[in-house]
């Protein structure tokens, strides 16, 4: 009998150092050679043209059919220079992932010939049939079509000989399919707020923008044991797997040497990513043995989503050249640490100062102060509208695990700045404010040491953390699109500003002076917002019964934390700031439901078929090798001493009985669960009910079947172990 995994071990444990076709030189020569960047379009575009453009980019005015046939024809010959022969609009739709259909620039012409074309239709707006794509009931099939349109402010570029346009999603009655067109609203919604509150300091601030730097954990493992693991080729995770006698409990792998096979794996897409104009930075070994980080230069939002999912994109399929595969499930092995994706955020003006890094002059420092409270104020407005956008069922698996923060939102910004809020909060008490007595920056502000960039407390419990000169959204899942997390966050910040600026014109429209309502304003904020503020350690039990005092949420699974979706307030919210109408909202919230469903669905028949097909059977050949034994011992043996002899063989096979018992009745008994929800046809209660009702068994037939993986022959064990899996060699 062939055993698959010793087959993949075999193939695992020879592999050999793989050269890979890779280019010459300094990065800088060839980085960006695949994208038509500024530096091209100057190069390809007529002057006027490329101005009309960049105005465009700025200020979101659409581009006229005249400039759009420009470019496509600039784009069709830097594209055809570079051997490019389809195009495609390339966009997010709420699977999670990118989509694309391309279509070759030829057309036939008479005479049997052909001519490449590229019209400014082509490259504005394009029609997919995208009626498979997730909609939450906004396209019914008779009217499937959506269609996709350019977006300019992220850059056009080549992959594999096709020129790939990003694009905005939406159907035909104008709702947004996608994650992009609520992230580009929020953008432009949270530069209008920004720039008003920067104008209280610098009248002349034109624009801000939002900048993000992600931070992407992964995996890898051996494609060949990755194959004999049809849990993890189907749903991204082990959900069998009895833990190695030593993973990460040493300490070893974190920062350590990187194994020279995934080094060139690095290397590989980290070249690919720089011939994409994605500024990868840093590489290194994560916390867990297999897993990795890396992290790229922070650049404005809308970009940085698009090369974060361009990157992930790159690195499965790097990973295939060199026999790996690449895992972005927040939680592929049960016992270790999980990957989740960082995302630092912060805001920017047009003169590139960042509103979140404390200045050097006392006006530059109070602007810091007014932005921070109000990010502080603003996750505190509605703390359960991130929980909703990071759930999923990978991440309910991470988050609260002892290497994660919890499902609980606080924010953390370290002792000196909470000694500073702390300050200001009791400036009334010296009478120098709102006393009649005028506030003055200079002699009243607390005053923010330069270092603080480099000496901010490094919390790394908390899900949202203050790190000298932005904000760390930790708790986002490994796989998700950072749009998820970025469009919520976004929201509420907008929203705050311009919460704030009516509060603080209120009172400069009574007669107090501008520094003195700003301060008072924001003196108020800091009383208000307290409660989201935690320092300690997010993953302490302490700390979990604090948060139900403080009316702050543990979300326990994806289908709870959805809920805020469709809240009345949050609902309210998206409409007052143009984001997201109600119908779009109830879409996402209907979609998010599904997936869920879905993906625990997934789980439970893989689960149930390898319990079934693969352990019991296993389980059961190993069982009759022990009672041929105790048969021969009986045989051989005078009966007081087989008494004496067989007893550990006998006990062993009541023991395997036992699980094989408790896998056989608990895999019927899911099953049962999972058809009782399939029949509910309201998907809020069905996603419940999966969560509630059938996930409870993964646990319980696990612990069957990593008990068995001790007892059974290691020869017949089929599928690759912990131990196999996570170190590579
Ligand atoms: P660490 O958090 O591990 O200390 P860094 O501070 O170097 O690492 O930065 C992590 C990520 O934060 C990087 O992607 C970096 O580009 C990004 N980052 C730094 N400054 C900003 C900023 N102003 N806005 C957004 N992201 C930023
Ligand atoms: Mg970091």
């Known amino acids: 009998m062939s055993n698959i995994r010793l087959k993949a ?56 059919r005249y400039v759009a046939d420009q470019v496509a024809a600039s784009l069709k010959a830097w594209a055809m220079s570079k051997g490019a022969t389809h195009f495609t609009h390339w966009f997010h739709p709420l699977t999670g992932s990118t989509a694309e259909k391309h279509d070759t620039f030829t057309d036939p012409v008479e005479g049997g010939l052909a001519l490449e074309t ?11 049939d995208a009626s498979s794509f997730p909609s939450g009931g906004i396209r019914n099939t008779f009217e499937a079509r959506g269609y996709t349109a350019w977006d300019p402010t992220s850059a056009v570029f080549i992959l594999d000989n096709t020129l790939c346009i990003p694009t905005v999603f939406v159907s035909y009655t104008g709702e947004a399919l996608d994650y992009k067109t609520p992230l580009i609203r929020t953008m432009h919604a949270l530069d209008r707020a920004a720039t008003e509150v920067c104008r209280y300091f610098d009248k002349n601030t034109k624009k801000v923008i939002v900048t993000l730097g992600w931070e992407q954990e992964y995996f890898l493992v051996d494609s060949a044991l990755f194959r004999a693991r049809p849990d993890l080729a189907l749903t991204g995770r082990t959900l069998f797997g009895h833990s190695s006698a030593k993973d990460q409990q040493l300490s070893d792998h974190y920062f350590g040497t990187i194994p020279e096979r995934v080094l060139d794996f690095m290397r ?14 840093t590489r290194h070994n994560e916390v867990a043995p297999g897993q990795f980080e890396c992290a790229p230069v922070y650049e404005e939002v809308n970009q940085a989503v698009d090369h974060n999912q361009l990157l992930m994109h790159l690195m499965e399929r790097v990973a295939r050249w060199h026999d790996f595969n690449v895992l972005f ?3 592929p092995y049960a016992g270790i640490n999980g990957s989740g994706k960082h995302n630092n955020w912060s805001l920017m003006t047009d003169k590139g100062e960042n509103l979140l890094s404390p200045g050097k002059t006392a006006k530059s420092n109070f602007r810091f102060i007014v932005f921070l409270v109000n990010v502080i104020k603003a996750v505190d407005n509605h703390p359960e509208l991130l929980n909703a956008y990071i759930a999923s069922a990978g991440n309910d698996l991470r988050l609260g695990g002892h290497e994660a923060p919890p499902a609980i939102i606080s924010v953390f910004i370290g002792s000196q700045l909470t000694q500073m809020l702390d300050d200001i909060e009791n400036l009334k008490k010296n009478g120098k404010i709102n006393n009649g007595k005028e506030f003055n920056i200079n002699l009243n502000l607390p005053k923010i040491p330069e270092i603080l960039l480099d000496n901010t407390d490094r919390n790394r419990t908390s899900p949202f953390a203050f790190t000298g000169n932005k904000f760390e959204f930790r708790a986002v899942g490994a796989s998700s699109n950072c749009a998820r997390a970025m469009i919520p966050l976004n929201l509420l910040v907008t929203d705050q500003l311009c919460q704030f600026k009516k509060d603080v014109d209120i009172l400069t429209t009574n007669g107090l002076s501008k520094d003195n309502a700003l301060m008072s304003v924001i003196k108020q904020y800091i009383a208000e917002s307290k409660r989201i503020r935690f320092e300690g350690n997010n993953y302490s039990d302490e700390w979990k019964q604090e948060a139900v005092k403080r009316g702050l949420k543990n979300m326990q699974n994806t289908p709870a934390a959805l809920e805020a979706f469709i809240k009345p307030d949050i609902i309210e919210l998206y409409a007052r700031n143009k984001i997201l109408s109600e119908r779009e909202l109830i879409a996402r919230y209907e979609i998010k439901l599904e997936h869920y469903t879905k993906k625990v669905q997934i789980e439970s028949r893989v689960l149930g078929d390898l319990a079934s097909n693969h352990i019991i059977p296993t389980a059961i050949r190993y069982q009759n090798t022990l009672i041929e034994n105790v048969k021969g011992l009986k045989e051989v043996l005078d009966s007081e001493n087989f008494g004496k002899l067989s007893h550990i063989q006998i006990q062993t096979i009541i023991e395997i009985s036992s699980h094989i018992n408790g896998i056989k009745t608990n895999v019927a008994l899911m099953l049962e669960e999972r058809k009782k929800a399939n029949r509910i046809n309201n998907s809020q209660e069905k996603a419940t009910t999966y969560a509630q009702n059938v996930l409870p ?33």
């Open 9 to 64: 071990l075999e193939i695992a444990l020879t592999r050999r150092k793989k050269e890979v076709l890779s280019p010459n030189g300094k990065i800088s020569d060839y980085f960006g050679s695949q994208t038509f960047n500024h530096y091209v379009m100057q190069q390809f575009l007529p002057q006027e043209v490329y101005r009309k453009v960049l105005n465009s980019i700025e200020t979101g005015i659409k581009i006229d």
């Open 118 to 128: 590229f019209k400014g239709s082509d490259l504005v707006q394009q029609e997919p």
């Open 268 to 281: 590989n897409f980290e070249q690919e990513a720089y011939k994409l104009g994605i500024p990868v930075k």
């Open 329 to 331: 499930h927040e939680k």
């Open 697 to 729: 068994f993964f646990g319980i037939i696990r612990q069957h079947v990593d008990k068995l993986e001790l007892l059974v022959d290691d020869e017949l064990w089929p599928l690759p172990k912990y131990r196999e899996l996570l170190f590579i060699r």
